[in-house]
């Protein structure tokens, strides 16, 4: 396999004349790289860090996770994600760009979901898969997908980057490109390279500068405010005590004990566990304190526990778990969407995003927000009937969206 994917030369203005006596970079490489681990952590973190800025930096992006979903044989070929990541050097050899880039066997582990998609591919004697997935592998969280160093170019490459995903897509000769869960600006920018558009929804949880959760329970009709207080009431009169631990206070007995919650909630939910342990132990020694397991105890035994992460302005509640067998009402709640809130209120972060699904988020103060997908389909008639589905779902999910609005939890009158 050629990793190259060529070279072009950089075009510059005249409002961008020289400056100084640095050396200004003229060419950019394009190339593939089968493992993160080719591209220093400072490298890839310099662009994760540079694509959004450090006030709204996503830790899911970052050398650190994608590195530990690798090393530890979560996304690796023998799951069905082989890493095909593309990277932009000058001819200094700077890195100025990473995009992540899975090339795969199967629709799992995505959270846009497009099985019937493969299923019209396979009806009318035609492959879906593989496939070219960029995203962050498991989880579905939002933000930034390609990832550009802050320079007076970078417009130019992300022209260069999407090209050449596109190329790629047919150099591989797969179905189909997709980027899921990028930023607003990407799914934009993507349509006009001849993407097709979809959303989705999530719950998200907004920080009105509250000063406490119970400043935040003053913006919930009263009803509302009344089921939270008494589902939290419940934690204590079984006896659980609750603990928010970060960075070195998690120790591995956690992560064993985590790891067995993961377990127990994926064998009962899905049948299918897609991280080892060995990813949370090593995911929590590379990330530190940018990691926040929120656990429940009672009489001193762990029985259940959440994860979340820690970014820029934003606190990302991932998974969750508990002991098999173990039943405490309202401990979900708890451990998963208040917990995360107080913590939110505590570090002073915009929202809490607790990632797909769950209208019963909705009564808890987390409201639905948009997603966005970009799908590169290169055969035209499949393409041609995906997008009339696309058209139709979209119209689909603003009317949802706008349903569970008005009929969301907080007083009239309180803007969220």
């Known amino acids: 396999m050629d990793f190259s994917l060529g070279d072009f030369n950089l075009t510059r203005s005249s409002l961008q004349g020289e400056t100084g006596t640095e050396m200004r970079p003229q060419k950019i490489s394009l190339s593939v790289v089968s493992s993160i681990s080719e591209v220093s952590s400072d490298d890839w973190d310099a662009c994760a860090l540079d ?36 990277i932009a050097q000058d001819e200094f050899e700077n890195i100025i760009a990473v995009v992540p880039l899975y090339l795969k066997s199967h629709s799992y582990g995505e959270f846009v979901f497009d099985y019937s998609w493969a299923d019209a591919y396979y009806s009318f004697g035609s492959s879906y898969y593989p496939k070219l997935q960029c995203c962050v592998p498991f989880t579905p969280v939002t933000g930034q997908r390609i990832l550009i160093r802050n320079t007076w170019f970078k417009d130019q490459v992300f ?15 797969v179905s189909s490109l997709h980027i899921t869960f990028p930023s607003e600006h990407e799914w934009h920018k993507m349509k006009e390279h001849g993407f097709l ?53 998690i120790k591995a007995r956690h992560w064993d004990s985590f790891y067995k919650f993961y377990r127990n909630t994926t064998d009962n939910k899905w049948g299918r566990a897609f991280l080892t342990r060995d990813f949370f132990h090593n995911m929590g020694e590379k990330m530190g304190d940018k990691v926040l397991l929120i656990v429940a105890e009672e009489e001193d035994e762990l029985v259940a526990g959440a ?12 998974l969750w778990g508990c002991l ?24 002073n972060l915009e929202k809490v995003e607790a990632g ?18 970009s799908h590169y389909i ?6 041609k009937a995906i997008q009339d589905f ?15 609005h008005d009929s969301g939890p907080f007083k009239d009158g309180v803007k969220h």
């Not at 558009?197 to 119970?214: C, P, V």
């Not at 290169?378 to 393409?383: A, P, Q, V």
């Not at 696309?390 to 949802?400: A, G, I, S």
């Open 197 to 249: 558009q979809r959303i989705g929804m999530q719950y998200h949880w907004q920080n009105h500068n509250y000063k406490s959760f119970d400043d935040f329970l003053m913006d919930m009709k009263q009803s509302k405010r009344k089921n939270i207080r008494q589902e939290r009431k419940k934690i204590s009169a079984q006896n659980l005590k609750m603990k928010r631990l970060r960075g070195d206070e």
């Open 51 to 86: 694509a959004t800025g450090p006030e709204k930096l996503n830790p899911f992006l970052t050398h650190g996770f994608l590195s530990s979903l690798e090393e530890s044989g979560c996304a690796v070929k023998e799951t069905g994600w082989l890493p095909r990541h593309i």
């Open 390 to 404: 696309l058209v139709r779902e979209m119209d689909q999910v603003k009317l949802v969206m706008k349903l569970l």
């Open 307 to 318: 994860l979340n992460i820690i970014g820029g302005d934003t606190l990302f509640g991932r």
């Open 159 to 173: 022209e260069k980057l999407v090209s050449a995903l596109k190329d790629l897509t047919a150099k591989f000769k």
């Open 324 to 347: 098999p067998q173990a039943y405490y009402p309202s401990l979900h709640f708890e451990a998963c969407y208040y917990q995360a809130i107080e913590a939110a209120i505590e570090m």
């Open 356 to 373: 797909a699904q769950g209208e019963h988020k909705i009564q808890r103060g987390y409201l639905p927000v948009t997603t966005y997908s």
């Open 378 to 383: 290169l055969d035209e008639g499949f393409r």
